[in-house]
């Protein structure tokens, strides 16, 4: 199963940028991406995910799993966001024991979100 981190690429994490500044967001992803992606995790980049007074964020989700968003992050995250991604992948049900977090995901969480629950086709 691959487990999609989200990296939001538009944050600006609070900071007035000027003309053709990288924003902190790309920054961020550009970080994760040099980290090393683990196996089983597709990075990919969002215009938004509506966390902007928390600095930059991602979020993780598998189909089937609970789903994450962390912020208050910045590029010298990366190694931890690439550490709780592949902890989140290796965990069957996205449940990652809180003490196997890294500090970074344990607390800078903006929201658990449950896992969306399928509903049998209707009857026709």
Not at 6 to 17: D, E, N, S
Not at 29 to 55: F, T, Y
Not at 91 to 100: K, N, Q
Request: hydrophobic share 40%.
């Amino acid at each position: 199963m691959i487990v999609t981190l989200h990296v939001c690429i538009t944050c600006r994490a609070g900071q007035t940028l000027g003309e053709g500044e990288t924003t902190p967001g790309k920054r961020l992803h550009g970080a994760i991406l040099e980290a090393g992606v683990p196996e089983g995790v597709s990075v990919v980049p969002v215009e938004c995910l509506s966390a902007c007074s928390q600095g930059c964020s991602v979020a993780l989700s598998a189909p089937g799993r609970w789903s994450y968003v962390y912020g208050r992050l910045s590029d010298a995250n990366a190694r931890d966001v690439v550490a709780g991604a592949a902890a989140y992948a290796a965990a069957p049900d996205g449940l990652v024991p809180w003490r196997s977090r890294p500090e970074i995901f344990r607390k800078q969480s903006l929201a658990r979100i449950p896992p969306i629950a399928v509903l049998p086709e209707a009857a026709e």
